[in-house]
């Protein structure tokens, strides 16, 4: 890594207070999680857990054409949601958020309340309801989404107003966008937000904001959907500087749409940079996070942890670190290593941190 521990917290003490300053808008999804383990084997009053995915699917694999019962033990119902976490997160951070999305309607449902006190919630929809199945080294969604089929352009205008959202992204200096994947309405919000939102990038044009794209797991998406997706996402690049987060799963996709499979992240990596041509391109396996800019491949692997409490809703804290990082101005490999130690504390505590504690962290790592 390029900065020592040291120089990365005087950055964050010399730059705190932008936090407070700037604004960020997230959307445009929500869920209610409930996370599960499920149980391999109870004896002596011990109940063994399914360590790993790998052993997890033998299990199934061996009951085919057969049947199994697993049972699962329910560890928290939580927030959940790529939009939510990430809000959150970056709040808890001391940043201005602004959380647009699924939270319930008309009421906000109670899990909600949950949400960092900081965060301005704006919902025109019922969320959806999502069971993680987690493991040492990963975890399984499954989710019900049919209640975010009602996140729609017309729904926001007709709910939320185009005045507010317009006003909303002029006012923060970062819109994140996120779960593209569980979004069947997102296009439609994307090129509304272009074609209607006319001179929503002030003070400078498009190099005074930024967007940040995060479409989590697209697999169940055809490859012309994930395509015809990006193109117009890397579009805004005419309004915005472009920012892409992909972790390992999403980046694998995401290059076979179109290249040929590669084993090597940094090929693939250097692929989706060459075809998106984004300002910033980062993607985050669970043990490290590389970096690609128009100059500069960063790779940062720092904060690994080996037994996680929670891995649900570590790439959202990873994002509300780097974002957080981009709001304080700090140079984009800076801006990853606090990504990364946002993702570690909230994987080995279950939360996420605040400035101070993030800062104490690094400290001690």
């Known amino acids: 890594m390029p900065y020592t521990k040291v120089e990365i917290i005087e950055s964050i003490e010399q730059n705190k207070n932008k936090l407070g300053h700037r604004k960020i ?45 697993i049972e699962i033990i329910s560890q928290a119902v939580k927030i959940g949601g790529n939009a939510p976490i990430m809000a959150n997160a970056l709040s808890t951070l001391g940043v201005r958020t602004f959380a647009v999305g699924a939270f319930g309607y008309p009421e906000v449902e109670d899990c909600f309340k949950q949400l960092d006190s ?17 493991f040492q080294d990963g975890k399984i969604m499954f989710g019900k989404n049919e209640n975010l089929n009602e996140v729609t352009w017309d729904r926001i205008k007709n709910i939320l107003g185009k005045d507010l959202l317009k006003k909303l992204i002029s006012d923060s200096f970062i819109l994140a966008v996120t779960n593209w994947s569980s979004l069947y309405g997102l296009n439609d919000i994307l090129k509304g937000i272009i074609s209607e939102l006319s001179g929503i990038v002030s003070d400078g044009g498009r190099l005074s904001k930024y967007v940040f794209f995060d479409i989590a797991d697209p697999s169940r998406r055809s490859t012309d959907d994930i395509v015809e997706s ?31 499979d590669s ?18 391109l980062v993607i985050h396996p669970n043990k490290y996070a590389l970096l690609f800019d128009d100059k500069n491949i960063i790779k940062v692997d720092d904060f690994n942890v080996e037994n996680p409490v929670i891995s649900t809703g570590g790439g959202d804290n990873f994002n509300a670190g780097f974002c957080a990082g981009l709001i304080m101005a700090l140079p984009p490999e800076k801006c990853v290593y606090i990504g990364r130690a946002c993702a570690s504390f909230y994987i080995k505590n279950g939360s996420s941190p605040s400035l101070k504690q993030l800062i104490e962290y690094i400290k001690n790592k």
């Open 25 to 69: 808008t997230v959307g445009f999804d929500g869920y209610v999680d409930e996370i599960v383990r499920p149980v391999k084997l109870k004896e002596n009053n011990e109940t063994i857990f399914f360590k790993t995915i790998e052993e997890f699917a033998q299990k199934i694999l061996a009951s085919a054409k057969s049947a199994c019962d």
């Open 118 to 134: 900081g965060i301005k919630i704006y919902s025109m929809a019922n969320p959806g309801y999502s069971t993680a199945f987690e």
């Open 230 to 260: 990006l193109n117009l996402m890397a579009g805004f690049k005419k309004y915005f500087k472009t920012v892409f987060s992909f972790n390992e799963n999403e980046a694998r996709i995401i290059n076979r749409c179109f290249f040929e």
């Open 263 to 280: 084993g090597d992240m940094v090929k693939i990596a250097e692929n989706i940079f060459d075809v998106l041509k984004p300002d910033l």
